[in-house]
């Protein structure tokens, strides 16, 4: 099992980037693929990112490509999104996740869900 907490979320102007970082507890973290998502008020949740175990595969959402990168520090039980251009159609409540694998691949029906960290993009 896996316990996960996301900080870094803020408000930022558009044009501004940001950094979110999701800290993991428990075991065999390198075992667990990772991804991040986000929900918008009044929308459904959605897929913004993930990365495999080793940081070698990662899988981004249409909408920010080009703009963020998933990395992981396995050695520090933690997963980051970099936000760089952020976009107010970005304001959302971002949340990571796990889901442990038996190969290094992507995620595909995550385990385990942070809390969440907002983030707030101005026009």
């Known amino acids: 099992q896996v316990q996960l907490v996301e900080s870094g979320g803020g408000l930022v102007q558009a044009g501004g980037s940001l950094r979110l970082s999701c800290a993991a507890s428990?075991?065999?973290?390198?075992?667990?693929?990772m991804g991040w998502f986000r929900q918008a008020p009044g929308k459904e949740r959605e897929f913004v990112a993930a990365i495999s175990w080793s940081g070698g595969s990662t899988y981004y959402a249409d909408s920010v490509k080009g703009r963020f990168t998933i990395s992981r520090d396995n050695a520090k039980n933690t997963v980051y999104l970099q936000m760089n251009s952020l976009r107010p159609e970005d304001t959302a409540v971002y949340y990571c996740a796990a889901e442990l694998l038996g190969s290094d691949s992507v995620g595909s029906e995550y385990d385990y869900w942070g809390q969440g960290t907002q983030v707030t993009v101005s026009s």
């Open positions: 428990g075991r065999a973290f390198s075992s667990y693929a």
